[in-house]
Structure formats: C-alpha cells, structure tokens
C-alpha cells in the first residue's frame, strides 16, 4: 500500500480503516478498526511524547502494517511534517531533514548502528520509538549513551500501535513499561496481560503475555504463554533461554520446541551458525541442562515476518520438517 491508497481510504466517508496482523505467530488477520479509535491511539502517543505542530515525523516502515499507518494517523492528529521513504533496511541512508519523531522495528535500528552518518543521524533523532520486535541487548548497550530519547513499544495490531513504552537510555532507562494514558491493565490466573482501552478497544483484551505488574501500575512481559516448552513438568520460556544466550554473545538463534519421547517436548534451537560452532557449542553448555536443546538446527536465515518479527509458526514448522 502507498501512502496515496492510505490517505484516500482515509479520507472516504467509512467509518473504517483495514488493517492486517504481522502474522509472526500464525496466519496474518484482517481487522477492520474505527478512524475514530485510531486518533484516539495517536492522540495518546503525541500527548505522551509531547509532539508538537510543525514538527518532521520520518514514515519508514511497510504501510501494510498497523505501525506505519499510526505514523500517518499521528501525522494527520498533530499536524506534523510527515517526511516518507520507501521501506528499507537503512532508513536514514539518504535522509537530510532533521528528524524529531521517527519509528523504526529493531533491524533498522541495527543497519543504522553500522554505519558512521547513519548512526549520527540516528542519534539526532528527538524521540525514537522501536517496536515490532525483540531489542537486543546489544542494541540497548549502544543507545543507552544516545543525546535525546529512545523508547521501547508494546502493543499489538488490536490494540492500534503501542499502549505503552518504556525508556532504553539516559537515567530514565527501565525495564518497566509505562502504560498510556487512559490504558488500564491486569493479570489473567496464569499471569497473561489483560488490557481494558475503551477509546482503543471495545472489549477488554486478553493477551498471551506473561507479565508482572509492579505497585507504579508499570509492567514487564517475560514471554509468551504460546512460547512456553514443557519439557518433563519443567516450564521452559523460550524468549529467556533466548535473552541468556545473547548475553553470552549468542544472538542469531531462535528457542523453539520438538517433539521428545522420554519429556514430551524439549527445547530446539534454529540458528543461522553451523551447528558445530565452538562458540555456539560454549555458550549452550552454559545453560541450565534442562535449557539446553535438544535439537539445532542451521537454516540460511531466521523466518522473519513482515513488520520485523521473527515468524514463529514458521519456525516450528522448520523443526517440524526436520525430522521432528
């Protein structure tokens, strides 16, 4: 979609806008959501972020997708500048503009660390906010000394973008997200985020996050309820094992699960290493045993799905045809 087709369907007398889902955890979804709540998300975000009239916004990412077609909206609702560029990996290659707010998924943020004037040009960005995706730890190291504000999202295509953020640098960092304004939230018995946006959503929201709340109304999620591996009575949270072994230098793989006779499931690991990698090999001997997989498997590249997210489904299938 162009940013034309977005902006005439915009403009029609529908109350509706379409949307899809990024499809990282299965088929993508088509949704259709009110204009009205969409200004409403993109209200939130300026007012929290204090985005001002006249102001540049940088559109870099897929308009197919719920992140892309908020920039827009938010553009429409503060009456910013909206500077666009096709999607790219190397967003600010052959941008000039001075940027105030820009949104970027994390392999963007990556590309741009590797290049000199690309990564000047990031750090002169006012508000940065990344989502999309799991932020390295890597990357969160080398944006903790940025000048201006960088944030981590949450949120989801039901949910219209973000309801909240958390601070990745300078002394505000965190590893709690802050919720947005009108944005209240709970725990499910098996701890999955709930959220309750009326202005956003007309249900209460029931997410597969696994979260904890603290006494500020701030969260944090540990992983996923769907990426949760029961090996032998052991609950085993994939995105964990996964967050170890980056800290152990290990960054290029994927926790899945495969089927085991003796545990029923055990954890599996795709990677884009060879599979008798010395470090790889180092780096999972360092974890606890019962995290240790039982399969890895080298694939030419992590399935990814169209907003920047790893594609999970995809991942399992992979396991699946390998003898699984």
Same mark, same amino acid.
């Given at each position: 979609?162009?940013?034309? %087709?977005?902006?005439k369907?915009?403009?029609?007398?529908?109350?509706?806008?379409?949307?899809?889902?990024?499809?990282?955890?299965? +088929?993508?979804?088509?949704?259709?959501?009110?204009?009205?709540?969409?200004? #409403?998300s993109?209200?939130?975000?300026?007012?929290f972020?204090?985005?001002?009239?006249?102001?540049?916004?940088?559109?870099?990412?897929?308009?197919?997708?719920? =992140?892309? +077609?908020?920039?827009?909206?938010? #553009?429409?609702?503060?009456?910013?500048?909206?500077?666009?560029?096709?999607?790219?990996?190397?967003?600010?290659a052959?941008?000039?503009?001075?940027i105030?707010?820009?949104?970027?998924?994390?392999?963007?943020?990556?590309?741009?660390?590797?290049?000199?004037?690309?990564?000047?040009?990031?750090?002169?960005?006012?508000?940065?906010?990344?989502? =999309?995706?799991?932020?390295?730890?890597? &990357?969160?190291?080398?944006?903790?000394?940025?000048?201006? #504000?960088?944030?981590?999202?949450? =949120?989801m295509?039901?949910?219209?973008?973000?309801?909240?953020?958390?601070?990745?640098?300078?002394?505000?960092?965190?590893?709690?997200?802050?919720?947005?304004?009108?944005?209240?939230? =709970?725990?499910?018995?098996?701890?999955?985020?709930?959220?309750? #946006?009326?202005h956003?959503?007309?249900?209460?929201l029931?997410?597969?996050? &696994?979260a904890?709340?603290?006494n500020?109304g701030?969260?944090?999620?540990?992983?996923?309820?769907?990426?949760?591996?029961?090996?032998?009575?052991?609950? /085993?949270?994939? %995105?964990?094992?996964?967050?170890?072994?980056?800290?152990?230098?290990?960054?290029?793989?994927? /926790?899945s699960?495969?089927?085991?006779?003796?545990?029923?499931?055990?954890v599996?690991?795709?990677?884009?290493?060879?599979?008798?990698?010395a470090?790889?090999?180092?780096?999972?001997?360092?974890?606890p045993?019962?995290?240790?997989?039982?399969r890895? &498997?080298?694939?030419?590249?992590?399935?990814?799905?169209g907003?920047g997210?790893?594609?999970?489904?995809?991942?399992k299938?992979i /396991?699946?045809?390998?003898?699984?």
């Amino acid at each position: 979609m162009t940013l034309q %087709e977005f902006l005439k369907e915009w403009k029609s007398p529908t109350k509706m806008v379409v949307v899809r889902t990024s499809g990282s955890t299965g +088929k993508p979804k088509i949704m259709h959501v009110e204009k009205k709540r969409m200004l #409403a998300s993109a209200k939130m975000t300026c007012d929290f972020l204090k985005l001002h009239a006249g102001q540049t916004a940088l559109l870099c990412m897929s308009l197919e997708y719920i =992140g892309a +077609k908020m920039m827009v909206v938010r #553009a429409i609702e503060r009456n910013l500048k909206l500077i666009t560029i096709e999607p790219t990996g190397h967003p600010l290659a052959n941008i000039s503009d001075e940027i105030d707010f820009a949104a970027m998924v994390p392999l963007q943020v990556y590309n741009s660390l590797q290049v000199p004037c690309e990564r000047q040009k990031l750090m002169k960005i006012k508000n940065l906010i990344i989502g =999309g995706g799991a932020i390295d730890a890597k &990357i969160q190291n080398e944006l903790q000394n940025f000048p201006n #504000a960088v944030w981590s999202t949450y =949120g989801m295509t039901e949910t219209l973008s973000h309801i909240a953020l958390r601070r990745l640098n300078g002394s505000s960092a965190s590893l709690w997200y802050t919720p947005l304004a009108g944005v209240k939230l =709970g725990l499910t018995e098996n701890n999955c985020l709930t959220i309750d #946006a009326p202005h956003l959503c007309p249900e209460t929201l029931i997410t597969n996050d &696994i979260a904890e709340l603290n006494n500020k109304g701030e969260f944090r999620i540990s992983g996923r309820v769907d990426n949760v591996i029961n090996s032998g009575g052991v609950k /085993i949270q994939a %995105e964990e094992v996964e967050r170890k072994l980056a800290t152990l230098g290990v960054d290029n793989v994927v /926790i899945s699960s495969c089927q085991d006779v003796k545990f029923g499931e055990a954890v599996a690991l795709i990677t884009t290493l060879p599979t008798d990698d010395a470090h790889l090999r180092a780096a999972i001997n360092q974890l606890p045993k019962y995290w240790q997989p039982k399969r890895i &498997i080298s694939v030419e590249a992590i399935p990814m799905a169209g907003n920047g997210k790893v594609a999970r489904q995809k991942v399992k299938e992979i /396991i699946r045809k390998m003898g699984n």
